[in-house]
């Protein structure tokens, strides 16, 4: 399949988002079909970093390169 027929939204990844909570929704809206929010915020002491709990269910941090992950733990 040729590159020209996928949106740009479609090859998107979430280490490209932009380190922003409102980036992040958008993505995760996109992602899931509708619209995700977040939970709570909390402190991983293994990550030394905040995790943003969301309703679908994952964590979210940015790690040390300024990039969306999903956090497992």
Known sequence: MSSAFVKES???Q???ITPNMASLLLFLKRENGGAIREL???F???HQKEVHEM???LGYMLNSENQWQVVLD
């Open 55 to 57: 309703s679908d269910g």
């Open 10 to 12: 479609d090859s998107e």
């Open 40 to 42: 709570h915020t909390r």
């Open 14 to 16: 979430l280490k490209d």
């Open 44 to 46: 991983s002491d293994k």
